[in-house]
Protein backbone atom coordinates (compact mmCIF):
# COMPACT_ATOMS: atom_id res chain seq x y z
CA UNK A 1 0.00 0.00 0.00
CA UNK A 2 2.94 2.30 1.16
CA UNK A 3 4.31 1.28 -2.04
CA UNK A 4 1.71 2.13 -4.71
CA UNK A 5 1.04 5.13 -2.84
CA UNK A 6 4.67 6.40 -3.43
CA UNK A 7 4.20 5.19 -6.95
CA UNK A 8 1.47 6.87 -6.95
CA UNK A 9 2.83 10.18 -5.76
CA UNK A 10 6.59 10.00 -7.41
CA UNK A 11 5.38 9.50 -10.81
CA UNK A 12 2.43 11.64 -10.70
CA UNK A 13 -0.12 8.67 -11.54
CA UNK A 14 -3.01 10.36 -10.88
CA UNK A 15 -2.06 13.84 -12.94
CA UNK A 16 -2.05 11.31 -15.94
CA UNK A 17 -5.53 10.24 -15.11
CA UNK A 18 -7.16 13.98 -14.92
CA UNK A 19 -8.80 13.16 -18.33
CA UNK A 20 -10.87 10.40 -16.64
CA UNK A 21 -12.62 12.37 -14.01
CA UNK A 22 -15.75 11.72 -15.50
CA UNK A 23 -15.58 8.11 -14.76
CA UNK A 24 -14.38 7.31 -11.38
CA UNK A 25 -14.66 3.74 -11.55
CA UNK A 26 -12.57 4.05 -15.08
CA UNK A 27 -10.43 6.18 -13.56
CA UNK A 28 -9.96 4.03 -10.62
CA UNK A 29 -9.11 0.70 -12.93
CA UNK A 30 -6.87 2.74 -14.72
CA UNK A 31 -4.82 4.09 -11.61
CA UNK A 32 -4.42 0.36 -10.26
CA UNK A 33 -3.47 -1.26 -14.09
CA UNK A 34 -0.63 1.60 -14.20
CA UNK A 35 0.61 1.37 -10.67
CA UNK A 36 0.92 -2.00 -11.56
CA UNK A 37 2.48 -1.72 -14.82
CA UNK A 38 4.85 0.47 -13.43
CA UNK A 39 5.61 -1.93 -10.46
CA UNK A 40 6.69 -4.55 -13.37
CA UNK A 41 8.45 -2.04 -15.27
CA UNK A 42 10.29 -1.61 -12.26
CA UNK A 43 10.88 -5.22 -11.20
CA UNK A 44 12.29 -6.17 -15.03
CA UNK A 45 14.82 -3.03 -14.97
CA UNK A 46 15.99 -2.49 -11.72
CA UNK A 47 14.73 0.35 -10.07
CA UNK A 48 15.62 2.35 -13.52
CA UNK A 49 12.67 4.54 -13.52
CA UNK A 50 13.48 8.60 -13.20
CA UNK A 51 12.31 11.90 -13.62
CA UNK A 52 13.70 15.26 -14.40
CA UNK A 53 13.86 17.17 -11.86
CA UNK A 54 14.78 21.06 -11.68
CA UNK A 55 17.92 20.42 -8.55
CA UNK A 56 20.87 18.42 -8.80
CA UNK A 57 22.92 19.09 -5.57
CA UNK A 58 25.19 16.12 -6.34
CA UNK A 59 27.01 16.83 -9.41
CA UNK A 60 31.28 15.74 -10.22
CA UNK A 61 33.64 18.12 -12.49
CA UNK A 62 37.04 16.89 -13.72
CA UNK A 63 38.67 18.25 -10.71
CA UNK A 64 37.34 14.93 -8.98
CA UNK A 65 39.70 12.85 -10.04
CA UNK A 66 36.68 9.83 -11.61
CA UNK A 67 34.87 12.50 -12.90
CA UNK A 68 34.78 13.31 -16.78
CA UNK A 69 33.54 16.87 -17.56
CA UNK A 70 35.15 20.02 -16.77
CA UNK A 71 33.40 22.46 -15.08
CA UNK A 72 32.51 24.70 -17.85
CA UNK A 73 31.01 21.54 -19.81
CA UNK A 74 28.85 20.39 -16.31
CA UNK A 75 27.73 24.67 -16.33
CA UNK A 76 26.68 24.05 -20.07
CA UNK A 77 25.04 20.37 -20.06
CA UNK A 78 23.12 21.71 -16.69
CA UNK A 79 21.71 24.30 -18.47
CA UNK A 80 20.78 22.29 -21.24
CA UNK A 81 19.15 19.49 -19.41
CA UNK A 82 16.68 22.14 -17.61
CA UNK A 83 18.49 22.05 -14.23
CA UNK A 84 18.00 25.60 -12.62
CA UNK A 85 19.91 24.77 -9.08
CA UNK A 86 23.21 23.17 -8.68
CA UNK A 87 25.95 21.83 -6.31
CA UNK A 88 29.16 20.51 -7.41
CA UNK A 89 30.46 18.25 -5.29
CA UNK A 90 33.97 17.31 -6.05
CA UNK A 91 35.48 14.64 -3.45
CA UNK A 92 37.29 16.47 -1.07
CA UNK A 93 37.47 19.58 -3.48
CA UNK A 94 35.99 23.06 -3.97
CA UNK A 95 38.18 23.84 -6.68
CA UNK A 96 35.70 23.92 -9.21
CA UNK A 97 33.54 26.50 -7.73
CA UNK A 98 34.66 29.86 -9.13
CA UNK A 99 35.87 28.40 -12.69
CA UNK A 100 32.04 27.42 -12.60
CA UNK A 101 30.51 30.22 -11.29
CA UNK A 102 32.77 32.06 -13.88
CA UNK A 103 31.36 29.80 -16.68
CA UNK A 104 27.43 30.78 -15.67
CA UNK A 105 28.62 34.84 -15.75
CA UNK A 106 30.12 34.45 -19.27
CA UNK A 107 27.87 32.04 -20.38
CA UNK A 108 24.79 33.87 -19.20
CA UNK A 109 23.05 30.62 -17.69
CA UNK A 110 20.24 30.44 -15.70
CA UNK A 111 21.84 28.33 -13.12
CA UNK A 112 22.05 28.51 -9.43
CA UNK A 113 25.22 27.34 -8.08
CA UNK A 114 25.91 26.34 -4.81
CA UNK A 115 28.96 25.61 -3.57
CA UNK A 116 29.42 22.05 -2.10
CA UNK A 117 31.90 19.62 -1.11
CA UNK A 118 31.86 15.68 -0.51
CA UNK A 119 34.40 14.50 1.88
CA UNK A 120 35.87 11.15 2.08
CA UNK A 121 35.56 10.34 5.56
CA UNK A 122 35.22 7.47 7.89
CA UNK A 123 33.22 6.32 11.30
CA UNK A 124 33.96 3.22 13.11
CA UNK A 125 35.98 1.80 10.22
CA UNK A 126 33.00 2.43 7.63
CA UNK A 127 34.21 4.75 4.90
CA UNK A 128 31.51 7.60 4.26
CA UNK A 129 30.76 10.56 2.09
CA UNK A 130 29.56 13.67 3.82
CA UNK A 131 28.68 16.46 1.59
CA UNK A 132 29.08 19.99 2.89
CA UNK A 133 26.70 22.96 1.35
CA UNK A 134 27.16 26.88 1.41
CA UNK A 135 31.02 26.47 2.60
CA UNK A 136 33.25 29.21 1.90
CA UNK A 137 34.84 28.68 -1.51
CA UNK A 138 38.09 30.07 -0.45
CA UNK A 139 38.45 28.01 2.75
CA UNK A 140 42.03 26.46 3.09
CA UNK A 141 41.96 23.82 4.85
CA UNK A 142 39.78 22.15 1.80
CA UNK A 143 42.50 22.50 -0.52
CA UNK A 144 45.35 21.20 2.36
CA UNK A 145 43.30 18.14 2.70
CA UNK A 146 42.37 17.53 -0.94
CA UNK A 147 46.49 17.60 -1.39
CA UNK A 148 47.07 15.37 1.31
CA UNK A 149 44.31 12.76 -0.26
CA UNK A 150 45.52 12.96 -3.71
CA UNK A 151 49.10 12.54 -2.47
CA UNK A 152 48.22 9.27 -0.52
CA UNK A 153 46.08 8.22 -3.88
CA UNK A 154 49.40 8.85 -6.28
CA UNK A 155 51.45 6.43 -3.71
CA UNK A 156 48.89 3.55 -3.31
CA UNK A 157 47.85 3.62 -7.34
CA UNK A 158 50.52 1.29 -8.85
CA UNK A 159 49.81 -0.93 -5.30
CA UNK A 160 45.85 -1.05 -6.88
CA UNK A 161 47.13 -2.03 -9.89
CA UNK A 162 48.86 -4.32 -8.40
CA UNK A 163 46.35 -5.85 -6.48
CA UNK A 164 43.90 -6.61 -9.64
CA UNK A 165 47.23 -8.03 -11.59
CA UNK A 166 47.47 -10.97 -8.74
CA UNK A 167 43.46 -11.96 -9.96
CA UNK A 168 45.08 -12.49 -13.23
CA UNK A 169 43.83 -9.63 -15.21
CA UNK A 170 46.51 -8.03 -17.51
CA UNK A 171 46.83 -4.52 -17.08
CA UNK A 172 49.56 -2.54 -19.90
CA UNK A 173 51.49 0.10 -17.94
CA UNK A 174 51.62 2.31 -20.74
CA UNK A 175 47.61 2.46 -20.78
CA UNK A 176 47.65 2.68 -17.24
CA UNK A 177 49.49 5.92 -17.61
CA UNK A 178 47.05 7.02 -20.12
CA UNK A 179 44.40 7.36 -17.67
CA UNK A 180 46.29 8.57 -14.75
CA UNK A 181 45.43 11.97 -13.72
CA UNK A 182 47.97 13.84 -11.67
CA UNK A 183 49.86 10.37 -11.62
CA UNK A 184 46.70 8.90 -9.50
CA UNK A 185 45.11 5.76 -10.90
CA UNK A 186 41.76 5.17 -9.49
CA UNK A 187 39.67 1.76 -9.39
CA UNK A 188 37.09 3.22 -12.03
CA UNK A 189 40.06 4.19 -14.43
CA UNK A 190 41.88 0.30 -13.82
CA UNK A 191 38.80 -1.18 -14.71
CA UNK A 192 38.61 0.65 -18.00
CA UNK A 193 42.08 0.33 -18.96
CA UNK A 194 40.86 -3.81 -17.50
CA UNK A 195 38.21 -4.25 -19.95
CA UNK A 196 39.89 -2.58 -23.05
CA UNK A 197 42.82 -4.94 -23.11
CA UNK A 198 42.43 -7.72 -25.47
CA UNK A 199 43.89 -10.05 -23.50
CA UNK A 200 41.61 -10.07 -20.73
CA UNK A 201 38.45 -10.94 -23.23
CA UNK A 202 37.67 -14.41 -22.03
CA UNK A 203 38.77 -13.61 -18.52
CA UNK A 204 35.62 -14.92 -16.30
CA UNK A 205 35.60 -11.54 -13.74
CA UNK A 206 35.50 -9.40 -16.31
CA UNK A 207 32.55 -10.89 -18.37
CA UNK A 208 29.55 -8.86 -15.70
CA UNK A 209 30.96 -5.94 -16.80
CA UNK A 210 30.99 -6.38 -20.81
CA UNK A 211 27.62 -5.51 -23.23
CA UNK A 212 24.81 -7.36 -21.50
CA UNK A 213 26.26 -8.21 -18.55
CA UNK A 214 24.80 -7.74 -14.76
CA UNK A 215 26.78 -5.03 -14.44
CA UNK A 216 27.32 -3.32 -17.53
CA UNK A 217 25.19 -0.28 -16.14
CA UNK A 218 28.25 1.65 -14.82
CA UNK A 219 30.96 -1.04 -15.86
CA UNK A 220 34.27 1.12 -14.42
CA UNK A 221 32.50 2.49 -11.31
CA UNK A 222 30.88 -1.49 -10.80
CA UNK A 223 34.41 -3.20 -11.42
CA UNK A 224 35.71 -0.92 -8.98
CA UNK A 225 33.30 -1.58 -6.36
CA UNK A 226 33.10 -4.65 -6.91
CA UNK A 227 36.80 -5.37 -6.50
CA UNK A 228 38.49 -2.43 -5.16
CA UNK A 229 35.84 -0.60 -2.49
CA UNK A 230 36.34 -1.06 1.33
CA UNK A 231 35.64 -5.09 1.98
CA UNK A 232 36.74 -6.50 -1.46
CA UNK A 233 39.74 -8.67 -2.56
CA UNK A 234 41.70 -5.19 -3.95
CA UNK A 235 40.68 -2.77 -1.58
CA UNK A 236 43.47 0.00 -0.66
CA UNK A 237 43.32 2.02 2.48
CA UNK A 238 44.09 5.45 2.65
CA UNK A 239 43.33 7.73 6.32
CA UNK A 240 40.48 9.59 5.34
CA UNK A 241 39.39 12.15 8.21
CA UNK A 242 36.96 10.77 11.20
CA UNK A 243 33.23 11.73 10.37
CA UNK A 244 32.84 14.05 12.93
CA UNK A 245 36.24 16.20 12.05
CA UNK A 246 34.38 15.87 7.92
CA UNK A 247 31.05 17.67 9.94
CA UNK A 248 32.94 20.05 12.13
CA UNK A 249 35.11 21.12 9.15
CA UNK A 250 32.02 21.89 7.03
CA UNK A 251 30.40 23.82 10.01
CA UNK A 252 33.60 25.72 10.49
CA UNK A 253 33.47 27.00 6.67
CA UNK A 254 30.20 28.15 7.42
CA UNK A 255 28.34 25.33 5.94
CA UNK A 256 26.14 22.88 6.59
CA UNK A 257 26.45 18.82 6.40
CA UNK A 258 24.54 16.10 4.88
CA UNK A 259 24.86 12.64 5.01
CA UNK A 260 25.44 11.38 1.07
CA UNK A 261 23.65 8.27 -0.59
CA UNK A 262 23.48 6.40 3.00
CA UNK A 263 22.46 3.22 1.47
CA UNK A 264 25.17 2.80 -0.95
CA UNK A 265 27.60 3.00 2.52
CA UNK A 266 25.64 1.79 5.36
CA UNK A 267 22.82 -0.30 3.30
CA UNK A 268 19.69 0.27 6.11
CA UNK A 269 21.97 -0.45 9.46
CA UNK A 270 19.58 1.33 11.60
CA UNK A 271 21.89 1.52 14.80
CA UNK A 272 25.28 2.44 12.50
CA UNK A 273 22.49 5.18 11.37
CA UNK A 274 21.82 6.47 14.36
CA UNK A 275 25.34 6.54 15.51
CA UNK A 276 26.47 8.69 12.34
CA UNK A 277 23.50 11.62 12.56
CA UNK A 278 23.84 12.27 15.90
CA UNK A 279 27.76 13.29 14.83
CA UNK A 280 25.93 16.49 14.01
CA UNK A 281 24.38 16.38 11.19
CA UNK A 282 21.91 17.93 9.64
CA UNK A 283 20.55 16.32 6.53
CA UNK A 284 20.26 13.29 4.79
CA UNK A 285 20.45 12.40 0.88
CA UNK A 286 17.14 10.49 0.33
CA UNK A 287 17.04 10.85 -3.14
CA UNK A 288 19.91 9.15 -4.85
CA UNK A 289 20.94 7.71 -8.38
CA UNK A 290 21.54 4.65 -5.96
CA UNK A 291 18.81 4.43 -3.76
CA UNK A 292 15.86 1.89 -4.77
CA UNK A 293 12.24 2.53 -3.72
CA UNK A 294 12.50 0.52 -0.65
CA UNK A 295 15.95 2.59 0.43
CA UNK A 296 14.35 6.28 -0.85
CA UNK A 297 11.63 5.48 1.77
CA UNK A 298 13.32 3.72 4.70
CA UNK A 299 15.86 7.39 4.51
CA UNK A 300 12.59 9.35 4.13
CA UNK A 301 11.43 7.68 7.00
CA UNK A 302 14.16 8.58 8.68
CA UNK A 303 14.65 12.12 7.78
CA UNK A 304 11.52 12.88 8.50
CA UNK A 305 11.21 11.38 12.07
CA UNK A 306 14.42 13.20 13.13
CA UNK A 307 13.77 16.37 10.99
CA UNK A 308 16.49 16.69 9.14
CA UNK A 309 16.90 18.32 5.65
CA UNK A 310 15.69 15.77 2.73
CA UNK A 311 18.81 16.53 -0.40
CA UNK A 312 18.43 15.37 -3.70
CA UNK A 313 21.61 14.61 -6.11
CA UNK A 314 22.34 12.16 -9.02
CA UNK A 315 26.26 11.90 -8.18
CA UNK A 316 26.67 12.27 -11.99
CA UNK A 317 30.13 11.64 -13.08
CA UNK A 318 30.05 11.25 -16.80
CA UNK A 319 31.88 8.03 -18.15
CA UNK A 320 32.37 6.17 -15.03
CA UNK A 321 28.58 5.87 -14.29
CA UNK A 322 27.24 6.51 -17.69
CA UNK A 323 23.72 5.28 -16.54
CA UNK A 324 23.35 8.29 -14.12
CA UNK A 325 21.99 11.39 -15.70
CA UNK A 326 22.04 14.58 -14.31
CA UNK A 327 18.76 15.94 -12.59
CA UNK A 328 17.70 12.40 -13.50
CA UNK A 329 16.38 10.52 -10.18
CA UNK A 330 12.96 9.74 -8.50
CA UNK A 331 11.65 12.27 -6.15
CA UNK A 332 8.24 12.85 -4.83
CA UNK A 333 8.69 16.18 -2.90
CA UNK A 334 11.36 18.38 -5.08
CA UNK A 335 9.47 21.19 -4.41
CA UNK A 336 9.33 21.27 -0.52
CA UNK A 337 12.93 20.10 -0.30
CA UNK A 338 14.17 22.50 -2.51
CA UNK A 339 12.04 25.34 -0.66
CA UNK A 340 13.66 24.00 2.57
CA UNK A 341 17.10 23.76 1.28
CA UNK A 342 17.06 27.61 -0.73
CA UNK A 343 15.80 28.79 2.97
CA UNK A 344 18.91 27.64 5.09
CA UNK A 345 20.73 30.35 6.10
CA UNK A 346 24.27 28.97 4.90
CA UNK A 347 22.92 29.19 1.13
CA UNK A 348 21.31 32.75 1.75
CA UNK A 349 24.70 34.37 0.24
CA UNK A 350 24.83 32.19 -2.73
CA UNK A 351 21.56 32.87 -4.28
FE1 LIG B 1 29.68 11.84 -5.22
Redesign the pocket.
Given at each position: MIYSSYLNKSLNVSHHLDGFNYNPSLRKVLKCYMIKRLKTIIKNKGNTIMRLNKIDL?L?SSVSNDAQFSPNQVMKMCAESGLEIIAI?D?NSIGAFHIAQQAISDQKLDLKLIPAI?LDCTHKGVNL?ILGYGIDPDEPWFSKYSQTIDEEDRNLSDLRANKIRELGIFLEDDELNKHRINGILTGEMIGEVALEDKRNDDNVFLKAYRSGGSRSDNPFVNFYWDFMAQGKIAYVEVNFISAEEAIQRIKAAGGFAVF?HPGNNIGMDEELLKDILDLGLEGIEVYSSYHDVIKTQFYREKALSRNLLMTLGS?FHGKSKPSIKLGNFNCVDEKELTKAFLNRKEIQTYL
Open positions: HHAHEHAD
